[in-house]
């Protein structure tokens, strides 16, 4: 009988659906939908990777509304390259990469957009959202790509140099 009766609450136990589930912190973050700017800039980051930039971040500046590819790079005292062409050559070779012209500072494809700009796009079609085409959107964001390298002494930790310039263009600003 004892038997019977253990065999019965096992079989129960087995068959009966768990109660288990998200608590509220996990439903909040299932609820919370990826932005295509999300998604955009979580690719480029993956693309940026991928290519070898390996102190690369991108972010989005709320405050300056500008899509952020920013490098890090941590020296010591015995640093010897010139920090000025080190910062140059940084914002060249990702301007390079997006497939923009370094002597005009325009895109280089045929669709006027920077190579960036295809990470934020739909796939397979495009969508017109508050009265924007996708393309005309595309464009307009490749506006707000800001590629800036920063570098730090980590003995002194010190600001040796920063520079930065939006991703169409030639210009590149200074910082000590």
């Not at 019977?4 to 768990?18: D, E, F, R």
């Not at 497939?99 to 079609?125: D, I, K």
């Not at 924007?132 to 707000?144: S, Y």
Request: net charge negative.
């Amino acid at each position: 009988m004892r038997g019977i009766a253990v065999l019965t609450a096992l079989g129960v136990t087995i068959t009966s659906p768990a109660l288990a589930g998200p608590d509220a912190i996990g439903n909040r973050f299932l609820n919370d939908t990826p932005s295509m700017l999300d998604f955009g800039m979580f690719k480029l980051g993956l693309d940026l990777k991928e290519r070898g930039f390996m102190g690369m971040a991108v972010w989005y500046d709320w405050d300056r509304n500008r899509i952020l590819v920013r490098e890090l790079v941590l020296v010591s005292n015995e640093w010897a390259e010139d920090p000025k062409a080190h910062c140059q050559s940084s914002i060249r070779n990702v301007r390079q990469h997006a497939l923009v012209n370094l002597v005009t500072g325009s895109p280089l494809q045929e669709s006027g957009m920077s190579g960036f700009a295809r990470h934020f796009a739909h796939v397979g079609f495009s969508r017109t959202i508050g009265g924007m085409e996708e393309e005309a959107a595309l464009k307009a964001l490749d506006k707000m790509f800001l590629v800036r390298s920063e570098i730090y002494n980590y003995q002194t930790n010190r600001q040796v140099l920063a520079c930065e310039g939006p991703l169409l263009g030639t210009q590149i600003s200074y910082e000590e």
